[in-house]
């Protein structure tokens, strides 16, 4: 029986491919309801390029959220580093720095901070990564309103603007002439160094591994202290990323950016059928959170539901999603 | 003289601050022998291992590899040498494949640029080759573990742990959870594994299990050797009687 599993095209492969599509489809039917809802607005292309940009900076945080959450972790301090990253490079940027040293400022400080969270977690072995993160929520959010006084820091780099806020067009001067936005690109380009790591590295392998069953890991000799540093630094510059995509499009750093980010951020790994309890989730499927949640957003603003009735909405959303993950595990039990 | 034992210890002690775990034990496996320990909770077997494994170091007595004396400082000295240990709790990451658990921490790799990325289908090759050698018998290689019956997984965790090289395998309880049907395909593993020139060290409460498969028995007793005998002939009341000797 051995023998009949063919490399790369079994049956089973088939079939878990197809169980991933279901993300897919709820977005493609949510395209399907919002053109027909708001036909002159929703299908145009400013808006999409408007939604693109919009989800740019919870699809990073996204990313390196499911990294943590891949071990079983989790990072609540994201949306304040975040908002930290944002002013220190809006400070480095007023204090003269060249744009690449204060970018780079700002990704190195997002990592310093997921250092520190992976440092309390293995040596100082505080009991679970909510702690630790909760920890540097508040001091991270603290630090940000004293650096900033309080107050939004506006001016940023030209080339941070780019970054944040300037188009691609694809197609110039045809029919097709469409403008995607950098900073979509940079997600796409994450995504898709994140899909390498976590499904084609010895070490992304053993993420998976870890969060599954970290005795395995450590018979197996991994050295999983090591790798736990590892995802709540890269969580960390990630989020740096997600600053400085956010204070392009904003062209403004202000110390109550990222409040409640995390959350947003959790939904959307939540919502790609990532597990809680670790060792399952793909990069494509929280991207496709991440655009859900864009998309749901964007739809009930054009149809000038309130944000209060779109938290409501995100809340259901995400219960819908997780018991949908529960059904079909329970039917993949019952099947073996 | 014959070929030196694949492992020999020799007056192992082991305390744990006051209490002797191991009082000058002596232990010995050949190449493709089965001997299967056995001991009342608290006589020493998985003291004894976890020194053969490098988990702990002992207090006194010195450890024979193919007859070189050995010192391991961790698990990996001893998994460099083939020595290798099928935990209770299998140590399998259930979340994962097959093919992916063989190869954990060990994985092959291509090299892609400037990276070293998984080599899916070498790994996949040489697990079904693996598997196949010793006739275990999956569904499929690339099913989540977590989807696969008590016994195939009991499987996976042997044929990963004989997966490279290995020349001693210690199995802790690797029947104690299986039905009748599936234990006995553990047993018939690992007489295949002897066949192979494998040494298998097997701890178990079965003693039926260990009777059937073992080529000897030690009974290990509050910590010293109880008595050795011929797994074939032994009767299960010798056994239980060094087990419980001493106590009645």
């Known amino acids: 029986m051995v023998g009949r599993a063919a490399p790369g095209l079994g049956w089973d492969r088939v079939r878990a491919a197809l169980a991933r599509m279901d993300l897919l489809l709820v977005v493609l039917l949510m395209i399907a309801v919002l053109t027909a809802l708001q036909p002159q607005f929703f299908l145009t292309r400013e808006n999409l390029t408007n939604v693109a940009r919009q989800i740019a900076s919870n699809a990073v945080l996204a990313l390196g959220q499911l990294l943590v959450v891949v071990t079983a972790g989790i990072d609540l301090s994201v949306g304040s580093v975040m908002g930290l990253c944002m002013t220190v490079l809006a400070l480095a940027t007023k204090a003269g720095w060249p744009a690449l040293a204060s970018l780079a400022a700002a990704v190195a400080l997002g990592a310093g901070v997921g250092a520190a969270n992976g440092l309390a977690l293995t040596r100082l072995h505080l009991p679970?990564?909510?702690?630790?993160t909760l920890a540097t929520l508040n001091v991270a959010r603290g630090a940000?309103?004293?650096?900033?006084?309080?107050?939004?820091?506006?001016?940023?780099?030209?080339?941070?603007?780019?970054?944040?806020?300037?188009?691609?067009?694809?197609?110039?001067?045809?029919?097709?002439?469409?403008?995607?936005?950098?900073?979509?690109?940079?997600?796409?380009?994450?995504?898709?160094?994140?899909?390498?790591f976590l499904r084609r590295t010895p070490t992304g392998r053993h993420l998976y591994a870890l969060g599954g069953n970290p005795r395995a890991a450590q018979y197996a000799g991994i050295d999983t202290a090591r790798l736990l540093v590892l995802v709540y630094v890269l969580c960390g510059a990630l989020a740096g990323v997600a600053g400085v995509l956010l204070a392009g499009r904003v062209n403004s750093a202000y110390p109550t950016a990222g409040i409640g980010a995390e959350l947003d951020s959790i939904a959307a790994v939540i919502i790609g059928g990532a597990s809680f309890f670790g060792g399952r989730g793909t990069p494509g499927g929280v991207f496709l959170g991440a655009v859900i949640m864009g998309l749901l957003r964007n739809g009930l603003n054009l149809m000038n539901v309130s944000v209060f009735w779109q938290q409501v909405f995100i809340g259901l959303i995400i219960l819908l999603a997780v018991y949908v993950d529960v059904l079909r595990r329970r039917a993949a039990q019952l099947e073996s | 003289m014959s070929a030196p034992a694949r492992v020999e210890m020799r007056g192992i002690t082991k305390r744990f601050g006051p209490v002797v775990a191991l009082q000058s034990v002596d232990f010995s496996v050949q190449p493709g022998e089965v001997v299967g320990l056995v001991g009342d909770n608290g006589a020493?077997?998985?003291?004894?291992?976890?020194?053969?494994?490098?988990?702990?170091?002992?207090?006194?007595g010195e450890i024979r590899f193919e007859g070189r004396q050995v010192h391991f400082?961790?698990?990996?000295?001893?998994?460099?040498?083939?020595i290798e240990m099928v935990y209770q709790?299998?140590?399998?990451?259930?979340?994962?494949?097959?093919?992916?658990?063989?190869?954990?921490?060990?994985?092959?790799?291509?090299?892609?640029?400037?990276?070293?990325?998984?080599?899916?289908?070498?790994?996949?090759?040489?697990?079904?080759?693996h598997l196949e050698a010793l006739r275990v018998e999956l569904p499929s290689l690339r099913l989540a573990v977590e989807r696969l019956s008590g016994g195939q997984r009991q499987a996976v965790a042997i044929a990963r742990a004989?997966?490279?090289?290995?020349?001693?395998?210690?199995?802790?309880?690797?029947?104690?959870?299986?039905?009748?049907?599936?234990?006995?395909?553990?047993?018939?593993?690992?007489?295949?594994l002897r066949d192979q020139g494998v040494s298998v060290v097997l701890i178990s409460h079965r003693l039926q299990d260990v009777l059937d498969v073992s080529d000897r028995v030690m009974v290990l007793n509050r910590g010293r050797v109880a008595g050795v005998l011929p797994g074939h002939s032994a009767r299960m009341e010798d056994v239980v009687a060094l087990i419980v000797g001493g106590a009645a």
């Open chain 1, 128 to 132: 679970h990564p909510f702690i630790a």
């Open chain 1, 144 to 196: 940000t309103y004293l650096l900033s006084g309080g107050v939004p820091i506006s001016g940023l780099s030209p080339e941070v603007r780019w970054l944040g806020s300037a188009d691609l067009t694809v197609f110039p001067g045809t029919p097709l002439a469409t403008a995607i936005p950098i900073s979509f690109l940079v997600v796409v380009a994450l995504y898709g160094a994140g899909t390498v």
């Open chain 2, 44 to 60: 020493g077997k998985s003291t004894l291992m976890k020194i053969l494994t490098g988990v702990y170091r002992p207090d006194a």
């Open chain 2, 73 to 82: 400082s961790s698990p990996l000295d001893s998994r460099r040498l083939g």
């Open chain 2, 89 to 129: 709790d299998l140590g399998l990451a259930e979340n994962l494949d097959t093919v992916a658990n063989l190869f954990l921490g060990r994985e092959l790799t291509r090299p892609v640029w400037l990276w070293r990325l998984l080599d899916e289908p070498a790994m996949e090759r040489r697990a079904a080759e």
């Open chain 2, 162 to 192: 004989t997966a490279f090289a290995a020349k001693l395998v210690i199995m802790d309880e690797p029947t104690a959870s299986l039905a009748v049907a599936e234990a006995g395909k553990v047993l018939e593993l690992i007489r295949r």
